[in-house]
């Protein structure tokens, strides 16, 4: 009945009996012609592997039958199946038999797996020039003689394990662009030149013999990540960036070995609930040389981590607290941030799961690791996004309501019920209002998971028409910065207009520079916060197609999160850089910030912007408001400032609080930078970008990181920075003095 049947998938099942093929009237699987796969593996199957089930009118191009109780002989039939590209008949009860003659006619063989399949005498040395062939694993049988490696071998070979066997001469060529394993053969107990580079244990810890194979048949649910022992789980992942290894070999394996063994022994000394970690994909940034390597640490025991876990593995890597071996140096990590967290893993939303192979991940080749992961990876990440655009339903409100145009195209963002946004607000009660603007006002609310954010409601009267609606949330989806504030979603509802953006703790800029918050602002936190504005501004000049100019950047627009990092908020006067590269509008902007400039001319453009970040430039080393009583802060502070004086003569203007800790050279050239902000002319003002690697600069005068992510998870570390003195973070994250 299923002859268009395409996978059949009955792994890790506690199956037992024959495989049935047709007999009389009795259908059996060999009718299935059109399957390409057949994954039996971890099962309780027994007797012979029927012959009649290949054929050469098939289509078969997986057999996984390992890990069963098949007894017999391999059946010859297979030889019929040329579309067979992987076959793993591994850890079965088969008689002891020769190498069987008609594998080496697969000529689609990508992958060889007959562990402990009883097989004796010796490897044909032809099997090695199927042209495809990439993973051979033939440990533990009674193989002998000679491994003969044809020098037409597959260039596509990435391993050969012939662990545990009873071959007793191999050719050495130690040129060899493979990895192969020959531990436990006879060959071994012979010293002669190059042995041991084939015989040495290059076993993973925390793997058992098992895993290799495992793994090469695991499927997991979408979004879902194979680990090193072969589980599926929800990893945590991030970027791991190196600013000068000393060693520019990619391709030498061993030097990523030993950043992951001491990467996990690291966990484990600190009793993080981590099962293994996997680096994959090295790539040196070309812009900075910097060396990147993504990191996924995979959960014990769950399939996901609980908030605490997160917070401590988010911790210890974004706070430098893992020194990694010394050859690779000074790192930042930067966190993709976490999803998953253990309550919500089981959810009903996710699709099942249409099937990945996930290739090798433990075992002797790092390097087939390494391949396979950065097809798979690239695979995920693209898969991840479709799942992700399925989920933001195009909320079915939208097409009735005539005059909306089409169904926004959201990236990433949610569509709120009114209902949903009134019971997570208490009805909009008086708590939660946390502020206005003219767009209206603003409530936190709590979503069912505990988690915070604020709502944007417009009042009845302001609220844009359904397409300027529409177009506003589309592009405030598309942006995605750790320094710009993140739209969660919205809400378009019963003549209701709600933005959904997430919460940010600890209040405006201008709010922490004027004290009201009660945070101790010192020079060090100022200039991570300068930093991550600039950097959050930079994004959405340069990164976001097509750019987008703030046109209202100032201190109340900088919010600061738990770990007083910068985000760049409020677009509600953002527009696109239309193609020109300026628009013009009404001006719009706040008084003290304003470019003179597009003042004069309408004519907006980036540098507008530049105008208006140095200005907050100007406040925060001042921790002056831009304009009060008559007096403007750009004109005060290039009044007072002689370059030829200790300070530049800017003692009496500075901010006292930001004095006191701070190199003095750190202060100059800081206040040089805001001054060329809010240089007269646009032309003669440096770019974003330019303004962000000042900024760096001025922070390696005073020592700090600028690359140190300090806040690389949205979960709190109560009580977890006590005791930490790393060079980089100690300045910061004091927060007791406050
Ligand atoms: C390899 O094993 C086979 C079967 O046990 C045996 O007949 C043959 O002589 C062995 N060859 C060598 C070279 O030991
Ligand atoms: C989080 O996970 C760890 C280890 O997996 C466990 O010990 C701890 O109790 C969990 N915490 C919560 C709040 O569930």
Known sequence: FLTELHWLDLSDNQIEGNIPVSNGSNPGLDLLVNTERFHFGKNQLSGEIPARLFHSNMTLTHLLVENN????????????????????????????????????????????????????????????????????????????????IESAHSNQLQLIDVQNNLIESFTQKPGYPFEIML??????????????????????????????????????????????????????????????????????????????????????????PVESVSLHNPTIDSDDDYLVIHLQVFPSSQESFNATGVAGIGFVLSRQIFTPPSSFGLYVFSSDGYKYLAETSSGSKKSSSTGIIIGATVGGSVLAILALIIGIYAFRQKKRAEDAAKRIDPFASWDSNKHSGAVPQL????????E????????????????????????RGTLPNGELVAIKRALQGSAQGAREFKSEIELLSRIHHKNVVGLAGFCFDRAEQMLVYEYIPNGTLKDGLSGKTGIRLDWMRRLNIAIGA??????????????????????????????????????????????????????KGTMGYMDPEYYMTN???????????????????????????????????????????????????????????????????????????????????????????????????????????????????EGENKGLNHPYTESLFVYSEA
């Open 534 to 587: 600039a950097r959050g501004l930079q994004y959405l000049h340069d990164l976001v197609s097509p750019p987008i100019i703030h046109r209202d950047i100032k201190s109340n627009n900088i919010l600061l999160d738990a770990n007083l990092n910068a985000k760049v908020a409020d677009f509600g006067l953002s527009r696109f850089l239309g193609e020109k590269g300026h628009i013009t509008t009404q001006v």
């Open 69 to 148: 109780k098949f007894t017999g002989v391999i059946p010859d039939t297979l030889g019929f199946v040329q579309t067979m590209k992987m076959l793993d008949m591994s850890r079965n009860e088969f008689n002891t038999s020769d190498f069987p003659s008609w594998i080496p006619s697969l000529q689609s063989l990508t992958t060889l797996v007959m562990e402990k399949t009883g097989l004796q005498g010796s490897v044909p040395a032809s099997l090695f020039s199927l042209h495809q062939l990439q993973t051979v694993i033939l440990r533990n049988n009674k193989l002998n003689g000679s491994l003969e």
């Open 411 to 418: 990236t990433g963002a949610r569509f709120f019920s009114f």
């Open 603 to 717: 004519q907006l453009t980036e540098k507008s912007d530049v105008f208006s970040f140095g200005v907050v430039l100007l406040e925060i080393v001042t921790g002056k408001v831009p304009i009060d009583k008559g007096r403007y802060i750009v004109k005060e502070v290039k009044d007072a400032m002689d370059m030829t004086k200790d300070l530049y003569n800017l003692h009496e203007t500075l901010d006292p609080v930001v004095r006191s800790g701070a190199t003095p050279r750190s202060l100059e050239e800081f206040v040089v930078l805001a001054l060329k902000c809010v240089e007269e002319g646009g032309v003669n003002r440096p770019k974003m970008s330019e303004v962000v690697k000042q900024i760096e600069n001025i922070m390696e005068i005073e020592r700090l990181n600028p690359y140190a992510d300090y806040a690389s998870t949205s979960a709190t570390y």
């Open 420 to 443: 949903e946004l009134k019971k997570w607000t208490n009805n909009f009660s008086e708590t939660n209002d946390i502020g206005c603007g003219g767009y209206g006002k603003v409530y």
């Open 183 to 272: 531990k436990g053969n006879p060959f071994c107990n012979k010293s002669g030149e190059g042995t041991e580079t084939y015989c040495i244990e290059t076993q993973q810890t925390g793997t058992d013999s098992t895993s290799l194979q495992n793994c090469l048949t695991i499927e997991c649910r979408s979004n879902q990540v194979s680990s090193r022992a072969c589980k599926c789980a929800f990893p945590y992942v991030g970027d791991l960036i190196f600013r000068a290894p000393s060693f520019l070999n990619l391709g030498n394996i061993a030097t990523y070995e030993t950043l992951e063994k001491s990467l996990m022994l690291f966990f484990q000394e600190r009793q993080l």
